[in-house]
């Protein structure tokens, strides 16, 4: 059912990629607004439990999973 809502966007859920924001830079991935799975830094794709993903730099992309009431709020 999970998977069914990732693949049928805009309902459920959804995978976004936003910004790491200026009130995250420098904390770890894991603790950003919203459900952070992965980070992208440069061209390396890194998990939110990678150690290399701390601190969240100027330039991060955080890939979250998100429902579409959530996407709205994201910082």
Not at 13 to 19: A, F, H, S, T
Not at 62 to 75: K, R
């Given at each position: 059912m999970v998977i069914s809502d990732l693949l049928d966007r805009g309902r459920g859920?959804?995978?976004?990629?936003?910004?790491a924001g200026e009130s995250e830079l420098?904390?770890?991935?894991?603790?950003?607004?919203g459900t952070v799975i992965a980070l992208v830094r440069g061209n390396e794709v890194l998990a939110a439990s990678d150690p290399r993903a701390t601190p969240l730099t100027r330039g991060d992309r955080?890939?979250?999973?998100?429902?579409?009431?959530?996407?709205?709020?994201?910082?």
């Open positions: 859920l959804d995978l976004i990629e936003r910004p420098g904390a770890p991935a894991r603790d950003a607004a955080l890939i979250l999973v998100s429902s579409l009431d959530q996407s709205a709020s994201q910082p």
